[in-house]
């Protein structure tokens, strides 16, 4: 069984992932927005939503009544973005700042992501209180 450095070294970072990745979002709109398929509408809501979502899905991680749900959250999203990876692929000629080896590795670190991120999501949740005697009907 993985030790709870293991699982603590994870969870800091999916959580530092998600919340840099978010604030990228904000900071980096424009570069953002250029990896937006053409087809998904509205591109600056697209990433600005998306921020939002890592950044909150990233600070819902530190708070374990809210870890699983938080997770399974960004295990969606993380899904969610993947047309975004698959069309940087699709279109390397946009994409010149970024060497293609880099755009053909994002798809397996992505479901290296998704692993790590279902891992925490399926772990048991440590409680701070002392467990509560069972209950006597």
Same mark, same amino acid.
């Given at each position: 069984?993985?030790?709870?450095?293991?699982?603590?070294?994870?969870?800091?970072?999916?959580?530092?992932?998600?919340?840099?990745?978010?604030?990228?979002?904000?900071?980096?709109?424009?570069?953002?927005?250029?990896?937006?398929?053409?087809?998904?509408?509205?591109?600056?809501? !697209?990433? @600005?939503?998306?921020? *939002?979502?890592?950044? #909150?899905?990233? /600070? %819902?991680?530190?708070? =374990?009544?809210?870890?699983?749900?938080?997770?399974?959250?960004?295990?969606?999203?993380?899904?969610?973005?993947?047309?975004?990876?698959?069309?940087?692929?699709?279109?390397?000629?946009?994409?010149?700042?970024?060497?293609?080896?880099?755009?053909?590795?994002?798809?397996?670190?992505?479901? !290296?992501? @998704?692993?790590?991120? *279902?891992?925490?999501? #399926?772990?048991? /949740? %440590?409680?701070?209180? =002392?467990?509560?005697?069972?209950?006597?009907?």
């Amino acid at each position: 069984m993985p030790s709870r450095r293991a699982s603590r070294a994870a969870l800091a970072f999916i959580f530092l992932w998600f919340l840099l990745g978010g604030i990228a979002h904000f900071v980096f709109t424009e570069a953002e927005m250029r990896i937006v398929p053409p087809y998904i509408p509205w591109p600056r809501g !697209a990433v @600005l939503v998306s921020g *939002a979502f890592e950044m #909150l899905g990233a /600070v %819902a991680l530190l708070w =374990p009544p809210s870890r699983r749900a938080a997770a399974w959250g960004l295990f969606a999203l993380t899904l969610a973005v993947t047309p975004a990876h698959i069309y940087m692929l699709q279109q390397p000629g946009l994409f010149p700042s970024v060497p293609y080896w880099a755009l053909v590795l994002r798809l397996p670190l992505q479901v !290296a992501l @998704l692993a790590l991120i *279902a891992w925490i999501a #399926l772990r048991p /949740v %440590a409680s701070s209180s =002392p467990a509560a005697p069972p209950s006597r009907v």
